[in-house]
């Protein structure tokens, strides 16, 4: 399957630092979403991104996304301790609608 | 409540015991999925739903079975069992297939 990437695995960064993943992906896509993920619940929605758009805000978020070079970040701005989650980027492609998610982004924001 | 609601949230099993998780949204969504999470290996699509009596196999259908026979529900069945299907499962929903996902609280299934 085409699976996207994330990287990196995991990061720890300082609060109040900015924290900031990476996604890659295989196919042309349709939309790219990321999501939210503390330890084991489900899976929240954070962001999504058309492939027509290069950046989007989303208060404390920051996703840009180069269909070029098929990647996409996420900036977490002035982290807080509640930011510590795993983070994953989710694809669809233009064939076919399902999904294809990364492995995930493990962030802990230490105190 | 707009929720996505799967049961049991936990279950333990034995090898080659059919068992059905639920899924059940309230928000007249048309596309619904299934999802099992393994440690380093994210998620990982099992099979999903564009509409009622509309069925596709994901990634790993192996294994499962679903059906589709009223808009709100999407129940996942596993005929036989077996120990690598000991997983982390998450059913989702949303308005159409590439729109954001609704996720349901998981279920976490063990199969000895």
């Known amino acids: 399957s085409q699976q996207g990437e994330e990287d990196p695995q995991a990061l720890s960064i300082q609060e109040g630092e900015n924290a900031t993943m990476n996604c890659s992906y295989k196919?042309?896509?349709?939309?790219l979403q990321w999501y939210r993920q503390n330890s084991g619940r489900g899976l929240v929605h954070l962001i999504l991104?058309?492939?027509n758009e290069r950046e989007k805000h989303s208060g404390r978020l920051r996703v840009t996304l180069d269909t070029s070079k098929k990647s996409s970040s996420l900036l977490i701005t002035a982290s807080r301790a509640a930011d510590t989650a795993s983070y994953f980027c989710a694809t669809d492609g233009i064939s076919n609608y399902q999904l294809i998610w990364g492995a995930g982004t493990k962030l802990i924001i230490k105190p | 409540e707009a929720q996505v609601t799967q049961n049991p949230r936990y279950l333990i099993t034995v090898t080659g015991k059919k068992l059905t998780v639920t899924c059940s949204q309230n928000m007249n969504h048309e596309y619904m999925s299934w999802y099992r999470q393994d440690p380093g290996l994210g998620l990982r699509q099992i099979y999903y739903s564009m509409n009622v009596e509309v069925t596709d196999k994901g990634d790993v259908p192996e294994g499962y079975k679903v059906s589709r026979k009223e808009k709100r529900n999407f129940p996942l069945i596993l005929e036989s069992p077996s120990p690598n299907q000991t997983s982390l499962y998450f059913c989702?929903?949303?308005?159409?297939?590439?729109?954001?996902?609704?996720f349901g609280p998981g279920t976490r299934l063990t199969v000895t």
């Open positions: 196919t042309s896509i349709n939309n």
């Open positions: 989702a929903s949303s308005l159409w297939g590439g729109d954001e996902q609704y």
């Open positions: 991104i058309r492939s």
